[in-house]
Nanobody
Framework: QVQLVESGGGLVQAGGSLRLSCAAS????????MGWYRQAPGKQRELVAR???????VHAGSVKGRFTISRDNAKNTVDLQMNSLKPEDTAVYFC?????????WGQGTQVTVSS
């Protein structure tokens, strides 16, 4: 089994910053892509950013220039630095990790941005 544990969510004012972290543990074999999705109330889950084992990144257009994803392959962790936060960034943020046969999800961490 693989467990993903997120941390770093919370309440912040618009324009502020938060850093989300996710650590994978358990029966880990060669994690390929790691990333972050988010889901706001009444909306579908959407990709925020993802990063390959080699370091190639994709950021959603809505967060490009404000959010930065990074990972540490040795520690099996992925971080999301979120700057210039907006109220529309309010959502539950989920970490995920893709391995050869399965994908795993964290339990989610709430990010609330007040105006």
């Amino acid at each position: 089994q693989v467990q993903l544990v997120e941390s770093g969510g919370g309440l912040v004012q618009a324009g502020g910053s938060l850093r989300l972290s996710c650590a994978a543990s358990g029966s880990i074999f060669n994690i390929n892509t790691m990333g972050w999705y988010r889901q706001a109330p009444g909306k579908q889950r959407e990709l925020v950013a993802r990063i390959t084992r080699g370091g190639s990144t994709v950021h959603a257009g809505s967060v490009k220039g404000r959010f930065t994803i990074s990972r540490d392959n040795a520690k099996n962790t992925v971080d999301l630095q979120m700057n210039s936060l907006k109220p529309e960034d309010t959502a539950v943020y989920f970490c995920y990790a893709e391995m050869t046969l399965n994908a795993y999800w964290g339990q989610g961490t709430q990010v609330t941005v007040s105006s």
